[in-house]
């Protein structure tokens, strides 16, 4: 995101026109005898200046749903409910919020010419009009057509044609992406185009066809063979390659099986460094898609969800750091992953189907090869159980209903809890952490929360933290209110083809964690407006940093009165989202407020 920074009005608010400097204010007492400052110092200032913010490192989020016996979410808890630990040790939740679905946004009013534009609640504005419906939901459905066989595809895409044309609605945008990333279709509302996208859908995996590779071993087999050296694995391999990949013994002579033994060993175990090759390609990509489909939703301003529709794909041990990430990234741009198990139904026949060659060794060998494929699908299966967990989304699996499972996974819940804690004596090696989040009093209640992470291998940067932060705040429609801010927009025609925007923010400065220093009370405030388009689309920004600098006598003065901060913005005619965040350094708090704005 590129926020273009610009001047921006800061005034102050009540009967004070403008805040005087140390030279024209009187000097205050002071029990602390401080020094007095230089008297030429602004006790209020604005520069175009990137921010730099000290930022609490190591934090870790876990969403959590909780939902009753009938699958309702529950918003009702407090953060002494919860318990959390972190590798069986428990920790202090120092971060506690709670989501809620729907927040509404304030209209803008219309301002009878440019200079009323300007001003708050001036008199010649009208009431705010009611705006036509914007996007407030955004859902991303993303389809692994890599790893999801071309019969169960064809299935889902009944489904989802079927579930689309019926969520679709006013106030949401849906997008089609593939993992393949052909046939793409960014967030709108058409319906046809929707339609269209979905009917393209076909299987397109990068490696062989699926049976083609003797023996037909899956990835995770592969890799116990490959990485790990599984000799049980190996020898299950083996078994099916004898007889069906390499020609049997000639004779019966030990020499003879020993040979076909040995051919038969070095063409598994070939097989399986082909497929585990194919398998690491296949998995970054789904990867790299994924962490494409949170970037685009993160740039969406309203709620978000990720439904990834999937037959389920392994990841090796040297991929799941890369797992965590996404996770992380997932959390911090409040996108849930919702998964869907496009096998719906998944039954494996015991010994294969007619087409199943039997390995070599009889039943004990047909017993191993059941095995690992049962172990193959539930691990598969097991990454889309944890995507969904660890982002607040939902899992639906073992079940044909495939239009019914999108239905219950696109739809968001009402509340979604959000912990944060910061680990103690944390090593920075990259080690996974396994979470557990419990109630005080789960008693007929279900818990849905994130399952682990793995700690960063260097020290964040604060800098770009904060700037990320702000960036991501921006993209969101969460209200936050840890300042208290009030925002009044208006707007004025011009002309029949432009208008200016005036986007106002009323700063209760009380909540402000000033630093005392050289006789003043001081802090910055960082102010970015970013304007939105009816499909949630990023037009532009505005960002300004505050440098508060006060006298005591002045600081009394605004705990009353407070600032407001005003922000300009052309536009053509058309509907729009107004989204204003209000970060202070020294507290590191802040808030988020939306409003819309209808410009006939």
């Given at each position: 995101?590129?926020?273009r920074?610009?001047?921006?009005?800061v005034?102050?608010?009540?009967?004070?026109?403008?805040?005087?400097?140390r030279?024209q204010?009187?000097?205050?007492?002071s029990?602390?005898?401080?020094?007095?400052?230089?008297?030429s110092?602004?006790?209020?200032?604005?520069?175009?200046?990137?921010?730099?913010f000290?930022?609490?490192v190591?934090?870790?989020?876990?969403?959590?749903v909780?939902?009753?016996?009938?699958?309702r979410?529950?918003?009702?808890?407090?953060?002494?409910?919860?318990?959390?630990?972190?590798?069986?040790?428990?920790?202090?939740?120092?971060?506690?919020?709670?989501?809620?679905a729907?927040?509404?946004?304030?209209?803008?009013?219309?301002?009878?010419?440019?200079?009323?534009a300007a001003?708050?609640?001036?008199?010649g504005?009208?009431?705010a009009r009611?705006?036509?419906?914007?996007?407030?939901?955004?859902v991303?459905?993303?389809f692994?057509?890599?790893?999801?066989?071309?019969?169960?595809?064809?299935?889902?895409?009944?489904?989802a044609?079927?579930?689309i044309?019926?969520?679709l609605?006013?106030?949401?945008?849906?997008a089609?992406?593939?993992?393949?990333g052909?046939?793409?279709?960014?967030?709108?509302?058409?319906?046809?185009?929707?339609?269209?996208?979905?009917m393209k859908?076909?299987?397109r995996?990068?490696?062989?066809a699926?049976?083609?590779?003797?023996?037909d071993?899956s990835?995770?087999?592969?890799?116990?063979?490959?990485?790990?050296?599984?000799?049980g694995?190996?020898?299950?391999?083996?078994n099916m390659t004898?007889g069906?990949?390499?020609?049997?013994?000639a004779t019966?002579t030990?020499?003879?099986?020993?040979?076909a033994?040995?051919?038969?060993?070095?063409?598994a175990?070939?097989?399986?460094?082909?497929?585990?090759?194919g398998?690491?390609?296949?998995?970054?990509?789904?990867?790299?898609t994924?962490?494409?489909?949170?970037?685009?939703l993160?740039?969406?301003?309203g709620?978000?969800?990720?439904?990834?529709?999937?037959?389920?794909f392994?990841?090796?041990?040297?991929?799941?750091s890369?797992?965590?990430?996404?996770?992380?990234?997932?959390i911090?741009?409040n996108?849930r992953?919702?998964?869907?198990?496009a096998?719906g139904?998944?039954?494996?026949?015991?010994?294969?189907?007619a087409?199943?060659?039997t390995p070599?060794?009889?039943s004990?060998?047909?017993?191993?090869?059941?095995?690992?494929?049962?172990?193959?699908?539930s691990?598969?299966?097991?990454?889309?159980?944890?995507?969904a967990?660890?982002?607040?989304?939902?899992?639906?699996h073992?079940?044909?209903?495939?239009?019914?499972g999108?239905?219950?996974i696109?739809?968001?819940?009402?509340?979604?809890?959000?912990?944060?804690?910061s680990?103690?004596?944390?090593?920075m090696?990259g080690?996974y952490?396994?979470?557990?989040?419990t109630?005080?009093?789960?008693?007929?209640?279900?818990?849905?929360?994130?399952?682990?992470?793995?700690?960063?291998?260097?020290?964040?940067n604060?800098?770009?933290?904060?700037?990320?932060?702000?960036?991501e705040?921006?993209?969101?429609?969460?209200e936050?209110?840890d300042?208290?801010?009030?925002?009044h927009?208006?707007?004025?025609?011009?002309?029949?083809?432009?208008?200016?925007?005036?986007?106002?923010?009323h700063?209760?400065?009380k909540?402000?964690?000033?630093?005392?220093?050289?006789?003043?009370?001081?802090d910055?405030?960082?102010?970015?407006s970013?304007l939105?388009?009816?499909?949630?689309?990023?037009?532009?920004?505005?960002?300004?940093?505050v440098?508060?600098?006060?006298?005591?006598?002045?600081?009394?003065?605004?705990?009353?009165?407070?600032?407001?901060?005003?922000?300009?913005?052309d536009?053509a005619?058309?509907s729009?989202?107004?989204?204003l965040?209000?970060?202070?350094?020294?507290?590191?708090?802040?808030?988020?407020?939306?409003?819309?704005?209808?410009?006939?």
């Amino acid at each position: 995101m590129q926020v273009r920074v610009v001047a921006v009005a800061v005034l102050v608010a009540g009967a004070i026109a403008a805040v005087p400097s140390r030279a024209q204010t009187p000097a205050t007492a002071s029990s602390g005898a401080q020094p007095a400052p230089a008297q030429s110092s602004a006790e209020l200032s604005t520069h175009d200046l990137a921010p730099t913010f000290s930022t609490k490192v190591n934090l870790v989020m876990v969403p959590v749903v909780v939902r009753d016996s009938h699958g309702r979410a529950v918003g009702t808890l407090q953060k002494d409910d919860f318990r959390l630990f972190d590798r069986a040790k428990p920790q202090v939740i120092t971060r506690f919020s709670v989501e809620k679905a729907g927040e509404p946004a304030i209209p803008a009013e219309i301002a009878q010419d440019a200079d009323d534009a300007a001003l708050t609640h001036s008199a010649g504005a009208a009431p705010a009009r009611p705006a036509a419906p914007i996007a407030q939901r955004f859902v991303l459905y993303l389809f692994d057509d890599v790893h999801t066989k071309n019969e169960d595809l064809l299935q889902v895409r009944i489904a989802a044609d079927k579930h689309i044309a019926e969520a679709l609605n006013p106030t949401t945008r849906d997008a089609i992406f593939t993992t393949s990333g052909q046939g793409n279709l960014d967030f709108t509302d058409d319906g046809a185009q929707l339609h269209e996208a979905l009917m393209k859908l076909m299987a397109r995996p990068t490696m062989s066809a699926p049976g083609s590779e003797c023996p037909d071993i899956s990835y995770y087999w592969a890799d116990l063979i490959y990485n790990k050296n599984d000799q049980g694995a190996t020898q299950a391999a083996v078994n099916m390659t004898m007889g069906n990949c390499t020609p049997a013994p000639a004779t019966n002579t030990p020499q003879a099986i020993q040979a076909a033994i040995q051919m038969a060993t070095n063409t598994a175990q070939g097989t399986a460094a082909r497929i585990v090759s194919g398998g690491d390609r296949e998995t970054r990509l789904a990867f790299v898609t994924i962490e494409n489909a949170i970037r685009r939703l993160a740039a969406a301003p309203g709620d978000r969800t990720l439904v990834l529709v999937s037959s389920g794909f392994y990841i090796g041990d040297d991929l799941r750091s890369e797992e965590s990430e996404i996770m992380d990234r997932a959390i911090r741009a409040n996108v849930r992953i919702s998964t869907l198990n496009a096998r719906g139904l998944y039954v494996l026949i015991p010994g294969g189907d007619a087409s199943t060659p039997t390995p070599f060794g009889g039943s004990a060998s047909l017993i191993a090869t059941q095995q690992y494929r049962e172990q193959s699908a539930s691990i598969e299966e097991g990454t889309l159980e944890e995507l969904a967990d660890a982002t607040g989304g939902r899992f639906f699996h073992n079940n044909n209903d495939l239009k019914g499972g999108l239905d219950q996974i696109a739809a968001p819940p009402e509340f979604v809890y959000l912990l944060g804690f910061s680990p103690q004596n944390l090593k920075m090696d990259g080690g996974y952490h396994k979470l557990k989040v419990t109630l005080v009093n789960p008693h007929g209640l279900d818990l849905e929360a994130r399952r682990g992470y793995y700690a960063p291998k260097h020290l964040p940067n604060p800098e770009e933290d904060a700037k990320r932060e702000i960036q991501e705040a921006l993209f969101s429609r969460d209200e936050m209110q840890d300042i208290p801010i009030d925002l009044h927009m208006q707007f004025f025609k011009t002309s029949d083809i432009a208008a200016k925007i005036a986007v106002l923010a009323h700063v209760n400065v009380k909540n402000l964690r000033f630093r005392k220093a050289d006789g003043r009370n001081n802090d910055n405030l960082i102010v970015t407006s970013g304007l939105f388009d009816r499909n949630g689309n990023f037009v532009t920004g505005l960002q300004k940093i505050v440098e508060l600098r006060l006298l005591d006598a002045t600081l009394d003065k605004l705990l009353n009165a407070g600032i407001t901060v005003r922000s300009n913005f052309d536009a053509a005619p058309g509907s729009y989202v107004i989204r204003l965040v209000i970060r202070d350094s020294e507290g590191e708090t802040m808030a988020a407020r939306n409003g819309v704005v209808e410009i006939p």
